[in-house]
Every structure is written in C-alpha cells, then in structure tokens.
C-alpha cells in the first residue's frame, strides 16, 4: 500500500470486534496491534511481558495512586502512556496498521490517515455470542459482557475527552449484527477503501 493507513477499531464486548479488525488487517495486509503491542514494547525495554499484560486496557484506580511534578505512580497509566507512545511513533513513521481499543482514534486523532469506527452490537447477538465463546451459561455472559464493558468505558473517558461510544469520535459506528461478520467487513473495507483514497 503505497498511502498511510490506520484502521482504529473501537469495540463493544461481544460485538465481534477483534474478529472484525483481523479481517480487515488481513484484507488489507496489515499488522494487527492489540496485546501484542505490549509484548513488542517489553521486547525494547527487556521487560517481562506478563508484568505488564495485567494493566493493559484497565482504568487508573484514583484512590491507589498519584501524580507528582507529571509522574504517576499508577501502573495503569504508566503502561497506557507507553502504549499511547508507541502508537503516536508507528505512525509518524509513516507505518500502516490497525490498532484495536487503546483510545486510538484519540491518541493518534491528528493524522489524517487514521480511519476510526465503532463496532457495536445488540445485546442478544453479544449474549449468544459470549455464552458460545467462552461456554457460559446466559447470566454468566451479562455479568462478563456488563464487567468488560464497564472498564473498556472507565479506561477509555479517562483518557479521551469524548465518551466511548459516541458516534462523534468515529467515522463510522456499526451494528455487526446487523449484517454478520463478513459482510460488514465488506462494508467497512469498501469505506475504508474510499476514505483513504480522498487523503
């Protein structure tokens, strides 16, 4: 690909998301960044990723912690900062990727290349695919599903100034139930297709 691009995937717990984003990465023949953005920046710091795979996409608990002269004593933060950073550096580099979650579509807001959408879903569909995933009965998968979303908002408003979830912070916001997996990664590799040629 001769042109810029990143893909910033936002998701809701049992949307389909990270499912949706590999399509795409593998559509487009891009790298993928999730949790092996950790294990990548653990690899430059010779560090033990597993040290850091417990913080990741977790909210800073406010009352464990504190800033001062700019430094955090938060692991939380500390490892979102690292993440953050290393995504503004990949793409000032001129690489392409997409990136899921880590408050991309704020982090790296500046760079026109940057493609934000939203993968959302009904509940039902996040219900019946969250019992089948991870073979839970129905009210085990609300709590999952209500628990991992909550912290994906909590993680996600800490660090953004506009709320997860709100279709202003995105180029696209789309239901995945609505169509299935494969034909909205249809539609999402035809816009993507058609943004990235107006840049």
């Known amino acids: ?19 949706i984003a590999e399509k795409l990465a593998e559509r487009f023949e891009l790298p993928l960044y999730d949790k092996n953005l950790l294990r990548e920046i653990a690899g430059e710091r010779d560090i033990n ?28 933060e500390n490892i979102a900062n690292l993440q953050f950073d290393f995504l503004r550096k990949k ?26 959408i939203f993968i959302l879903a009904d509940k039902d569909v996040k219900l019946k695919r969250i019992m089948e995933l991870h073979n839970l009965t129905e009210n085990e998968a609300k709590v999952m599903i209500h628990r991992e979303n909550r912290k994906r908002k909590d993680y996600h408003n800490y660090y953004s100034e506009v709320k997860w979830g709100d279709s202003r912070n995105y180029d696209l916001s789309i239901n995945s139930g609505r169509l299935g997996i494969d034909r909205t990664v249809d539609l999402l590799e035809q816009y993507i297709k058609e943004r990235n040629s107006l840049i």
């Open 49 to 76: 990723p597993q040290k850091l795979e417990k913080y990741d996409e977790v909210p800073r608990y406010k009352f464990f912690s504190r800033t001062v002269n700019g430094h955090s004593s938060s692991p939380e």
């Open 1 to 19: 690909m001769s042109k810029q691009l990143i893909i910033s995937l936002s998701r809701e717990f049992g949307s389909g998301g990270h499912l």
């Open 91 to 116: 793409a000032k580099q001129g690489d392409s990727f997409v990136i899921v979650g880590r408050c991309a579509e704020t982090v790296l807001k500046e760079f026109e290349c940057m493609v934000p």
